[in-house]
T-cell receptor
Framework: KNEVEQSPQNLTAQEGEFITINCSYS?????LHWLQQHPGGGIVSLFM???GKKKHGRLIATINIQEKHSSLHITASHPRDSAVYIC??????????FGKGTHLIIQP | DGGITQSPKYLFRKEGQNVTLSCEQN?????MYWYRQDPGQGLRLIYY???????QKGDIAEGYSVSREKKESFPLTVTSAQKNPTAFYLC????????????FGDGTRLSIL
């Protein structure tokens, strides 16, 4: 079974800072997901990656399949980016394996 | 707009009672999932269903039951056999292709009185 580790567990930063959240997994995969969970609990899918890099607005996600590692970056961070960011691997019919999440707080 | 609806948002249960959490999707997805989230832990898979009238146990199925009589509905029953049911429950769905993103509901928070 895949083990998914995220770091850091908690991150507090000032508005405008560049944010990096890391994710490592133990077993080779074909797809990795980055999810965002807001305080109310709902989860939104941000990215699905199988190789390289994806960008959406101020969010950038990268993956290195050989090193079994992915990073999520937030440029020009804003208080509205405050949320829990979750890395997950697998998918399709058998469900996902999730990391414990990174709790991000951006202070004005 | 298509999406997943979970109800209720908050649910309270007395010890010894069964309770059913609702999950409905209008995305025409074949696969549906139930996850449990506890503080400080990642989401864990309870049950999943790839197609109507079929479902499989996930990692923590004990004390739970599901049904999949309709494509759009995947209710989860938390039985009295579940010793620690207080948690946040999330329902998700996806198309039946490996690696495809899952769409999540807003969750149901279950508490024991």
């Amino acid at each position: 079974k895949n083990e998914v580790e995220q770091s850091p567990q908690n991150l507090t930063a000032q508005e405008g800072e560049f944010i990096t959240i890391n994710c490592s997994y133990s077993v080779g995969i074909s797809a990795l997901h980055w999810l965002q969970q807001h305080p109310g609990g709902g989860i939104v899918s941000l990215f699905m990656l199988s190789s390289g890099k994806k960008k959406h607005g101020r969010l950038i996600a990268t993956i290195n399949i050989q090193e079994k590692h992915s990073s999520l970056h937030i440029t020009a961070s804003h208080p509205r980016d405050s949320a829990v960011y979750i890395c997950a691997v697998g998918g399709g019919a058998d469900g996902l394996t999730f990391g414990k999440g990174t709790h991000l707080i951006i202070q004005p | 707009d298509g999406g997943i609806t979970q109800s209720p948002k908050y649910l309270f249960r007395k010890e010894g009672q069964n309770v059913t959490l609702s999950c409905e999707q209008n995305l025409n997805h074949d696969a549906m999932y139930w996850y449990r989230q506890d503080p400080g832990q990642g989401l864990r898979l309870i049950y999943y269903s790839q197609i109507v009238n079929d479902f499989q146990k996930g990692d923590i199925a004990e004390g739970y039951s599901v049904s999949r009589e309709k494509k759009e509905s995947f209710p989860l029953t938390v039985t009295s056999a579940q010793k620690n049911p207080t948690a946040f429950y999330l329902c998700a769905s996806s198309i039946r292709v490996w690696g495809q993103p899952q769409h999540f509901g807003d969750g149901t928070r279950l508490s024991i009185l």
